[in-house]
């Protein structure tokens, strides 16, 4: 059975009946599941699903990619609505407050639902770690990721609090889905701040397969152009076929991509892709 990924909210729109927000939320169905990747900055993810005929209820799965509230913004209202999920999956430390150094001030950027809220519903929150997560058939959760790659470095300007300190973010709790098909491996991810690179080989290495669809941020808005190229040739040197780098992948490296990559393609609000 094939799957169907429709992204619901990204940063651009082709359709002026779909509203885009600086955020993302991915529809995925496929083998009898339902599983919404992340829910944008706001609930306005819930418009657009309407517009697009994407059925959000009773939903096997919210998954959220990280704690920032771009990624989170609209999942309250959707839990609020009282038809499912039947669990919510986050990665180790996804509830602890998150900045951005801005000189000498900080931006919050955390995650804008609570471990409560979801509780309240009665819905159950489960922490995704280092080993695959199986959500139904061929259809896997996975997280734990680390750096490997010389070019992806931690940004010294992401920090989260501890107590009364700031560290270096290094995102253990990014999650990624993992959908098995018939050609190969498809990724979906929110953010890839661990490092695109990075985190293809380590699901690679775990599922013994290659991945040759790739859809969501990789986190290139303020790369350079030594590591758009790099990752770009790395990218195909890998066999991927499919890379719909979006939200956080940045103008310049969106550009690059669709001049050097030869499957890229603009994934934006409303773009829906079947993998069989």
Not at 106 to 120: K, N
Not at 144 to 169: C, I, L, M, W
Not at 189 to 207: D, K, P, Q, Y
């Amino acid at each position: 059975m094939p799957f169907t990924i429709t992204t619901l909210v990204e940063n651009t729109t082709a359709s002026p009946c779909l509203a885009p927000e600086h955020g993302l939320s991915i529809f995925v169905e496929g083998n009898g599941k339902k599983i919404l990747y992340d829910t944008g900055p706001s609930p306005r993810f819930l418009l657009n699903a309407k517009a697009l005929s994407a059925d959000l209820d009773d939903l096997d799965a919210i998954v959220l990619s990280h704690g920032h509230y771009d990624h989170t913004g609209g999942t309250t209202a959707l839990l609020a609505r009282g038809r499912g999920p039947k669990a919510v999956y986050v990665g180790k430390g996804f509830f602890k407050e998150r900045y951005s150094r801005k000189g000498d001030d900080l931006l919050e950027l955390s995650a804008t639902v609570e471990a409560r809220a979801i509780s309240h519903e009665g819905i159950p929150c489960v922490e995704v770690g280092d080993e695959p997560m199986p959500l139904g058939p061929g259809v896997w959760l996975l997280s734990g990721f680390v750096s490997t790659d010389e070019q992806e470095t931690a940004n010294p300007n992401s920090v989260y609090r501890d107590h009364d300190q700031f560290k270096v973010d290094q995102f253990e709790d990014e999650v990624v889905l993992v959908l098995e098909t018939g050609e190969g491996l498809a990724m979906i991810s929110g953010c890839s701040h661990v490092g695109i690179l990075s985190i293809c080989r380590r699901v690679e290495e775990i599922f013994e397969q290659k991945v040759v669809c790739f859809i969501g941020g990789t986190h290139l808005m303020n790369a350079g152009d030594s590591r758009i190229a790099h990752t770009c040739r790395r990218l195909r040197e890998m066999g991927i076929r499919r890379l719909g780098a979006c939200h956080c992948n940045g103008e310049r490296a969106s550009a690059y991509f669709k001049e050097n990559f030869p499957g890229y393609f603009e994934n934006q609000t409303g773009t829906r892709v079947v993998l069989e």
